[in-house]
């Protein structure tokens, strides 16, 4: 298994980046995909989540009304739309994916609940 990240850059406070995650060696059906983040000095931690068969999605409180998580199911690629960017949204944005279990459907925000990582994408917000 494969995630690729890309889409990270500088940018302006106020302004905007869409993320993207390249999916690859395995079918993502029954899985959640996610987005964390680590900031220098700080723990990683969650962002957003989406499950990947039925589309619900999930977002910390810090990003709710900001941030959009998607995913193109033809491209296997999953999206993290980043509008009204602050200062404290810089920081290294990974991708990462986890099987769901039947029994519970829902998307984990822990880091540790993740199986397959992205290598990271920097965010870079200027004030």
């Known amino acids: 298994v494969q995630l690729v990240e890309s889409g990270g850059g500088l940018v302006q406070a106020g302004g905007s980046l869409r993320l993207s995650c390249a999916a690859s060696g395995r079918t993502f059906s029954g899985y959640a995909m996610g987005w964390f983040r680590q900031a220098p000095g700080k723990e990683r931690g969650f962002v957003a989540a989406i499950s990947w068969s039925v589309g619900s999605t999930y977002y910390a409180d810090s990003v709710k009304g900001r941030f959009t998580i998607s995913r193109d199911k033809a491209e296997n690629t999953v999206y993290l739309q980043m509008n009204s960017l602050k200062p404290e949204d810089a920081a290294l944005y990974y991708c990462?994916?986890?099987?769901?279990?039947?029994?519970?459907?829902?998307?984990?925000?822990?880091?540790?609940?993740?199986?397959?990582w992205g290598q990271g994408t920097q965010v870079t917000v200027s004030s």
């Open positions: 990462a994916a986890h099987p769901l279990p039947y029994y519970n459907p829902i998307p984990s925000r822990k880091v540790d609940a993740y199986e397959y």
